[in-house]
């Protein structure tokens, strides 16, 4: 550098300036996955609520009862429509929070790259909608505390395909980290899957894979297309697609008979369901933006590990709205020691990956990859 | 030269050409992408931070901008960074060159 403006330090203490540029790094990706399980522990709140607005699916319900459909269509189908509410509110939401950070025009260049870019978030929707669909199901059949299980467990499909497929490093300390985590997460909701009955169980552990497996799949192919998009761009396409395919599937469902509009306009008509289903957007919303977001600095593998405290924040935030039965299904001893317990395994296991070495993960790309550059 | 394209494939193509400072490459696409705001010229320096944790570009050298009249007057003191294309870089760029809209060689 021979710039007279630019000055060049000693280098200990340009080398300290540099590894704490580095770690903040790092921190932002650890912070930016903390956050997204705050928010999506929050969306179990309206997630929740959303079923027991009488106007709006527990109708649905009552009209495709009517209809002649059986128990479990009827079911699915309330769970197809929320899907759909959930993805348009989504990408509307984010729709504003990319204009408002003026990257229109970027999203603009991403969509039109369709072979470059584009493709991986058709994949990432895809991939996405099943497991919102997946969890909504195993909520429905099995029990609340079974879908945030099934759903931590996404981590561990994320960490073999992230890497396998995008050839990222994860080190023995995260591999430790991770392992932990998702062992807290079961250990959490241990007590509330503790006899619960299920009207169709198959259906039930269908969704329950369908979920981890599609979040981890949707992480993937998401990380790859992150290495060269903007996350905010990216994580309005996924949802894009993702409502896309919802339409496709109410269309195809409403000419086969499905009466599956007819509660729909409830949504913009009641206040009470309007303001839920906004409150479900933007907690999702936000939720999916710190997940994008954290990929590029700590890797899908730690961002998705450090994303499954969800679990442990959807408990914290169920017992503030609705209480200790309906958060952890009982206020015994049963119920509460495996949740004191697998909140303490977590918070060690996210210890375990916030104080990793940032300088080894300044590049997040596997050795294999990078040719020892 | 890649038009129209998300502004990570700008980078690399820049990069593929010389080995940049991070102000250089803010500078030479704010205009290209309308990031002349100091918003825009962040969101372009974050993509910089973000493609070498993607592995297509290393740091290999480092300054302070002790006055800011680098890259940012009201933020003096940041640091700047001098980025390399890496080989899988290189052959990423090659992969979105066959699969961008517009793409022009250079003569």
């Known amino acids: 550098m021979t710039d007279s403006t630019v000055e060049v330090a000693r280098p200990p203490e340009l080398d300290e300036f540099i590894k704490e540029n580095h770690k903040k790094k790092f921190r932002f990706g650890v912070i930016a996955a903390l956050l997204c399980a705050v928010y999506w522990g929050v969306w179990y709140v309206p997630g929740s609520a959303i079923w027991e607005m009488p106007d709006f699916l527990p109708a649905l319900g ?37 204009g408002a950070l003026g990257k229109i025009g970027e999203l603009k260049r991403t969509f039109v790259e369709f072979k470059a870019a584009n493709i991986y978030f058709v994949y990432a929707g895809i991939c996405g909608a099943g497991a919102v669909f997946g969890t909504y199901v195993a909520a429905q059949y099995l029990s609340p505390g079974f879908a945030a299980v099934a759903g931590v467990l996404y981590a561990l499909v994320g960490t073999v395909m992230s890497v396998l497929y995008l050839h990222q490093k994860v080190t023995k300390r995260g591999y430790i980290a991770i392992f932990i985590m998702i062992g807290g997460a079961v250990v959490l909701f241990s007590g509330t899957m503790m006899g619960s009955e299920s009207p169709n169980m198959t259906l039930g552990i269908l969704g329950g894979v369908m979920c981890a497996v599609c979040w981890g799949l949707e992480g993937t192919f998401a990380g790859k297309a992150l290495d060269y998009c903007e996350p905010d761009c990216g994580i309005q396409l996924r949802f894009f697609w993702e409502m896309v395919l919802w339409i496709i ?80 299904g009982g206020s015994d001893m049963g119920h509460v020691l495996p949740v004191i317990g697998g909140l303490i395994i977590c918070l060690f296991g996210s210890y375990l990956i916030a104080t990793e070495d940032a300088e080894g993960l300044v590049s997040l790309k596997d050795d294999s990859v990078m040719g020892g550059e | 030269m890649i038009t129209g394209a998300p502004l990570k494939f700008r980078i690399m193509e820049l990069l593929s050409k010389k080995n940049m400072w991070n102000y250089e490459i803010v500078d030479a696409l704010q205009d290209e992408y309308h990031h002349t705001s100091q918003m825009g010229r962040d969101n372009i320096n974050y993509d910089c931070i973000e493609m070498v944790s993607a592995g297509f570009s290393k740091e ?26 890496t080989s899988y870089g290189r052959d990423t760029l090659n992969e979105l060159i066959a699969k961008v809209r517009n793409y022009t060689p250079d003569e």
């Not at chain 1, 009862?65 to 269509?73: I, R």
């Not at chain 1, 509009?261 to 008509?269: A, D, E, L, P």
């Not at chain 2, 800011?68 to 009201?74: I, V």
């Open chain 2, 60 to 85: 290999i050298e480092w300054a302070i901008d002790t006055d800011g009249s680098k890259f940012d007057s009201k933020h003096p003191g940041r640091l700047l960074t001098k980025y390399e294309l």
């Open chain 1, 62 to 98: 009552d009209k495709i009862a009517a209809e002649g459909f059986g128990t479990d269509a009827n079911a699915l189908m309330c769970c197809v429509l929320l899907c759909l509410v959930n993805a348009i509110i989504d990408t509307l939401i984010l729709f504003i929070w990319n």
């Open chain 1, 249 to 328: 599937a109410c269309v195809v469902l409403a000419a086969a008979g499905v009466p599956i509009f007819s509660t729909i306009s409830t949504v913009i008509t009641e206040p009470s369901i309007l303001l839920v289903v906004i409150l479900l957007g933007f907690s999702f919303a936000w939720c999916y933006v710190t997940w994008y977001k954290s990929f590029p600095f700590i890797g899908v593998a730690r961002g998705q590990a450090v994303g499954s405290l969800y679990a442990a924040c959807s408990i914290i935030f169920m017992f503030l709205f609705f209480g200790i039965d309906r958060a952890i």
